[in-house]
């Protein structure tokens, strides 16, 4: 049983999903385990990370607009200290999740046909987000 730790720099230009399965799979590829686990972690608490469609833009966008209904940036928070966009990511992010597990068999990621990796962005500005990148296995 092999292990390895590494990590990767997502740049996001504001509210959106970023696909990342392109360079989490390279990263995964770099490394000689043929069967395992993959866990990606993002080191953030207004972002976060989805596996979701990848063949279809209109379902990011409906998703983007669906969690903009569940925590409006116009909402009514206590927490303001780090600007109005601040809290309702912290909502999103609580909604969605801040670590995957992803098979891993013959090396490759365990994806299905549709699916990709995305950062969901919930902050108005551009952030450079970590992601921690796990990889288990033989």
């Given at each position: 049983?092999?292990?390895?730790?590494?990590?990767?720099?997502?740049?996001?230009?504001?509210?959106?999903?970023?696909?990342?399965?392109?360079?989490?799979?390279?990263?995964?590829?770099?490394h000689?385990?043929?069967?395992?686990?993959?866990?990606?972690?993002?080191?953030?608490?207004?972002?976060?990370?989805?596996?979701?469609?990848?063949?279809?833009?209109?379902?990011?966008?409906?998703?983007?607009?669906?969690?903009?209904?569940?925590?409006?940036?116009?909402?009514?928070?206590?927490?303001?200290?780090?600007?109005?966009?601040?809290?309702?990511?912290?909502?999103?992010?609580?909604?969605?999740?801040?670590?995957?597990?992803?098979?891993?068999?013959?090396?490759?990621?365990?994806?299905?046909?549709?699916?990709?990796?995305?950062?969901?962005?919930?902050?108005?500005?551009?952030?450079?987000?970590?992601?921690?990148?796990?990889?288990v296995?033989?």
């Amino acid at each position: 049983m092999k292990q390895t730790q590494g990590s990767l720099t997502v740049q996001t230009n504001g509210p959106g999903l970023y696909e990342c399965t392109h360079d989490i799979a390279s990263w995964t590829g770099e490394h000689s385990v043929s069967s395992g686990l993959l866990t990606v972690f993002i080191q953030h608490t207004s972002a976060s990370l989805l596996i979701q469609e990848n063949a279809d833009p209109a379902v990011l966008d409906d998703l983007l607009t669906a969690f903009e209904r569940l925590a409006p940036v116009a909402g009514s928070y206590t927490h303001t200290a780090e600007g109005p966009d601040d809290m309702p990511a912290h909502i999103k992010a609580a909604l969605s999740q801040t670590s995957l597990s992803v098979p891993v068999a013959e090396g490759q990621l365990v994806l299905g046909t549709w699916q990709g990796i995305y950062v969901f962005e919930h902050r108005t500005r551009p952030h450079s987000r970590q992601l921690v990148l796990h990889l288990v296995g033989s």
